[in-house]
């Protein structure tokens, strides 16, 4: 059976059941039909959250095979609850970008789902919706003040750097020239489309607090410069308050249920190679608030999400994990030992063991935040037992717990030995973390210290746009804001054809964005794509729906 089958041939319970087991009553839920509902912020207990025990989902590299980081965490969550830990699996929102590309939906597949995963990887409860206008107001202000007689504060439109942006793949849209028509449509300057997943109204949205905090961030977006070199401010075009209102209730986390008909909050949804890669604060606390366990996950490898998730997300919202899942599968592991994508189905313990180095790094990293590791072994039908024990083995060796997850195959009962391990570490450890860095360091210092100690450089180099940037940055008193480096998910360097464990290699810093709002900083290594493009062959040709509007092909 197909995702979209499993998932069909389920039986949903209604969203007030699902809301009673963590104790919220229908009342003070904002229901979107019958299995989707919005939670309101005032749910949210801070006592609850300081006392909760958080669990982190990460991975090695990620490879064209794939690791199943996201049915990895909800194969957990429904483990855990077949043991009797009440859990909550905390989630981001898939974008319709990918859905209608290449990579498909994100909502699990398998036996380890949620649901309705139609609903979920489409328009959902409209947040995406919400923030792309949120976006594009500001941007349609700020080319309403560039073409102003009368209420221009005369902002110089060669600074401005904030683009439009659409929740869909299309790379004719990457560069543009907008304003033209004549003297009535605006003044012509080039400019272009990002994915709604790489807006940082959407780093805003899952960094903010309350609805008070998110304006105040809204209002800190630096968009560029005056003729006369004044720093310019989304407060200063009084966009605040009116971008804010779009985004009343898509700041509300949503509830919905896994395939076993467990709690499931799905919010927010930021890249992880441009933005923190984490569903929201306010969805993290709520999940907190209301279970005692709660399992969420950070995009791409440990050294993209997972770093972010801790010296950004965590430091910044005051969360602490108390272990973390690092998701790897034998198929992924052979690619970094050298192993073509058409042969991974092959057995061969000698290229598992070469990609093993990858595994490692990541192992010691985790270690670097003094948080415990518990690897897990994504299971697939190709896998032998020799290749799962050279692994088990190796972990031993590491002194990390390992299990074997057969969730997509099984649900929670082939996550019951990840779950048992992952809840005898969690209930052992309650310190907090180390932070990799301190925000107050100048960002040179930073941004060396994750090259470093996270990516295993060599060194760091900085072009000559770079340096201006950093000296920008230094100008505009922003030196104190965490560092959220943009690098290929492929590699732990900058490079994405360098596989396993790089050594002796060089990170190249190109440029530095400002993202205040969201407060952080943006150092750019390598080409990162923010709008895509379609394959050669969409997903979207496969997609289809009946006359009783039963739909085909998502997955």
């Excluded at 998932?7 to 209604?14: E, Q, S």
């Excluded at 968009?223 to 989304?234: E, Q």
């Excluded at 993202?515 to 900083?521: D, E, L, M, Q, T």
Aim: aromatic share 6%; proline share 5%.
């Amino acid at each position: 059976m197909t995702d979209i089958d499993i998932a069909r041939a389920t039986t949903l319970r209604p969203i007030p059941e699902i809301a009673s087991g963590l104790n919220i009553e229908s009342e003070k839920l904002h229901f979107y039909g019958k299995y989707i509902a919005k939670l309101p912020l005032d749910l949210i207990d801070p006592e609850k959250v300081r006392k909760g025990k958080l669990i982190l989902v990460s991975a090695i590299s990620p490879t064209p095979a794939g690791e199943g980081k996201t049915t990895t965490s909800i194969g957990l969550a429904e483990g855990m609850n077949r043991l009797g830990y009440q859990t909550t699996v905390v989630l981001r929102e898939p974008s319709l970008g990918p859905v209608f590309g290449i990579k498909g939906g994100a909502t699990g597949g398998g036996y380890s789902q949620v649901l309705p995963m139609e609903d979920i990887n489409l328009h959902f409860t409209g947040d995406f919706a919400a923030i792309e206008k949120a976006h594009n107001l500001l941007a349609a202000l700020i080319d309403n003040n560039i073409q102003s007689k009368t209420g221009s504060i005369g902002i110089d439109p060669r600074t401005v750097k904030w683009k439009r942006v659409m929740d869909m793949n299309d790379r004719a849209l990457r560069r543009i020239i907008i304003g033209l028509g004549g003297t009535t449509s605006g003044v012509p300057r080039e400019s272009g489309f990002d994915i709604t997943a790489a807006s940082e109204i959407m780093a805003i949205l899952c960094l903010a607090d309350n609805l008070s905090d998110l304006k105040k961030r809204i209002g800190n977006i630096f968009i560029g410069y005056t003729y006369d070199k004044k720093p310019v401010y989304a407060r200063d075009l009084h966009a605040e308050g009116a971008m804010t209102v779009l985004l009343k209730d898509a700041i509300k986390p949503n509830l919905v249920q896994t395939l076993e008909g467990n709690p499931a909050i799905i919010h927010g949804g930021p890249f992880a190679n441009i933005a923190q890669g984490t569903n929201s604060v306010i969805a993290t606390r709520m999940g907190l608030s209301h279970s005692e366990y709660v399992v969420t996950e950070a995009g791409f490898g440990f050294d993209l999400g997972a770093e972010k998730f801790f010296d950004i997300k965590c430091r910044s919202a005051g969360l602490s994990p108390r272990a973390v899942v690092l998701v790897a599968t034998i198929r992924a592991l052979k690619y970094h030992g050298g192993i073509e994508q058409n042969k991974l189905g092959e057995p061969n313990v000698e290229a598992l063991r070469k990609g093993l180095a990858n595994l490692d790094k990541h192992v010691e990293n985790i270690k670097r935040f003094s948080t415990e590791c518990i690897i897990s072994i994504n299971r697939f039908k190709s896998d032998t037992d020799e290749e799962i024990g050279a692994i088990t083995e190796h972990a031993g060796k590491l002194g990390v717990a390992c299990a074997v997850a057969d969730v997509w195959a099984k649900g929670g009962e082939g996550a019951k030995d990840l779950a048992n391990k992952v809840a005898e570490v969690v209930n052992r450890n309650d310190r907090p973390f180390t932070p990799l860095y301190e925000w107050d360091w100048p960002t040179e210092k930073k941004v060396e210290t994750i090259a470093r100690c996270i990516y295993g450089a060599e060194a760091v180099d900085y072009t000559a746009q770079a340096k201006q940037d950093l000296q920008k940055i230094k100008d505009l008193g922003l030196d104190n804001l965490p560092v959220c480096i943009a690098k290929t998910q492929k590699s732990l360097s900058d490079n994405p054809e360098l596989l396993g464990r790089p050594k002796d290699f060089v990170v190249t810093v190109r440029e530095i964005e400002i993202a205040s709002g969201a407060g952080f900083v943006i150092p750019i290594t390598g080409t990162i794509m923010r709008m895509p493009g379609l394959p050669s062959k969409p997903a979207a040709e496969n997609i289809d729906i009946d006359n009783e509007g039963n739909i085909s092909g998502l997955f």
